[in-house]
């Protein structure tokens, strides 16, 4: 439950992110089948989370700087370390290459 708002997903579907708060929660001895988790999180990009464990896709391309900010902020806090690692993969600055043209000929 995230905002009132309820979501489900199947447990096989978390195990994309095996380091996720999802999955650490759901493997724990403290949770029982059918158990509603809160989290008391914005609802805004959750449901590109979501979309996220169930497909193990997300097209991080549609958003701007701004959103993948915010969109990087709630994966790292869910543990979501593959989508993470895309995001910054995508926000990484182009590395620029030092190179010296000669004019000299041997």
């Known amino acids: 439950c995230v905002e009132d708002v309820v979501y489900e997903i199947s447990i096989d579907k978390l195990e994309l992110e095996k380091e996720s708060i999802f999955y650490k929660i759901v493997i724990s001895s403290k949770y029982k089948d059918g158990m509603e988790l809160f989290f008391d999180r914005p609802k805004f990009f959750f449901e ?6 169930r497909n193990g896709y997300l097209d991080l ?3 701007n ?5 915010h969109i990087l902020r709630e994966a790292e806090y869910y543990g ?3 989508l993470s690692k895309s995001i910054k993969m995508l926000m990484a600055p182009l590395q620029v290459v030092d190179i010296k043209i000669s004019s000299e000929v041997e």
């Open 61 to 63: 391309n549609k958003y």
């Open 80 to 82: 979501l370390t593959n």
């Open 48 to 53: 590109d989370i979501l979309k996220w464990l």
């Open 65 to 69: 700087y701004n959103q993948l900010c």
